[in-house]
């Protein structure tokens, strides 16, 4: 009777009530990239375009009841993980992808809010580089997360790929570091898929305050990427482009007072159908 399936992207995130990041940005561009959505929430956190006032941590025993619900019954075609706050949750989570065998996994380390807020605890950070570095087909440090990784700044584009080196040194299969924090027009990422596979990637600066969920959105465009079957630079490449998009379309509306969201639904594609 049925003889098609959805691609299916799950997200493992934290809630962002404000909707611009997290859950709700990875949900918006699922289906703006032709995908199906799931989720499994890691905290709910009490959050607008000005900042973060309160977290409020899921039990790591729901947090597994979430996973299993979902991959049991809908499965699960590729997947992103943002914040994870505490090392029982990344435990949880690195159980999964083994139980499951969970397919291109992509890892958005989310550390700090666009708003400078902390987002993970210490303690967390050396259970996510152990347990999920080399469990990911992808990680996607922007420059403050790979700064607090590496414990030290990186201050100018040079740094980019000593930083991405380290980085797949502490175990990640493939990097791609994100240096919009940088000064200047021209904005380079560095995707490394290996000691030996480093690729500089450039774009022009977009002018825009609304820059909320940048991070969350491209990695799940990265995931939808690879659940549509494309390879990891196809799949980097146009969720940056797809992310371009959504910046610059929503960079003249006002959202809040703070750094509001990109619009994600600037250019939304059908529902992909794939054979069963």
């Known amino acids: 009777m049925f003889e098609h399936q959805y691609p299916r ?22 289906s703006a990239l032709s995908c199906y959505g799931m989720t499994a929430i890691t905290a709910l956190t009490a959050q607008n375009t000005r900042g973060v006032t309160a977290i409020h941590a899921v039990p790591p ?8 619900a979902v ?3 809908i499965g699960v075609h590729a997947v992103k993980i943002g914040m994870l706050h505490a090392p029982e949750i990344v435990e949880v989570v690195a159980w999964a992808i083994d139980t499951y065998r969970l397919p291109h996994v992509v890892l958005d380390p989310v550390m700090v809010a666009t708003s ?17 570095f ?50 200047g027009d021209d904005v380079v990422d560095v995707l490394a898929q290996g000691p030996a596979a480093f690729e500089h990637l450039h774009g022009s600066r977009i002018a825009s305050p609304n820059t909320h ?64």
């Open 9 to 30: 992207v799950l997200t493992i995130a934290g809630s962002d009530s404000g909707g611009g990041a997290g859950i709700q940005a990875d949900l918006k561009t699922f």
């Open 71 to 73: 991959i049991e019954d």
């Open 134 to 183: 080399p469990r990911a087909a992808l990680v996607t440090p922007n420059l403050d997360e790979a700064a607090l990784l590496l414990d030290r700044a990186l201050s100018d584009a040079d740094a980019l790929a000593p930083a991405a080196a380290d980085l797949l040194a502490m175990g990640a299969r493939s990097v791609l570091l994100k240096g919009g924090h940088l000064p």
């Open 61 to 68: 025993a729901f947090l597994k009841q979430q996973l299993q």
């Open 213 to 276: 969920g940048t991070g969350c959105t491209l990695s799940s465009a990265i995931a939808c990427g690879l659940a549509l079957g494309l390879n990891l630079r196809e799949s980097v490449i146009q969720a940056r482009d797809y992310v371009r998009g959504a910046m610059t379309a929503g960079a003249n509306v006002r959202t809040g007072g703070g750094h509001g969201p990109l619009n994600h639904g600037h250019a939304p594609v059908p529902m992909r159908l794939l054979p069963l």
């Open 116 to 132: 400078g807020d902390r987002l993970i605890a210490q303690e967390t950070v050396q259970v996510l580089v152990r347990e999920l």
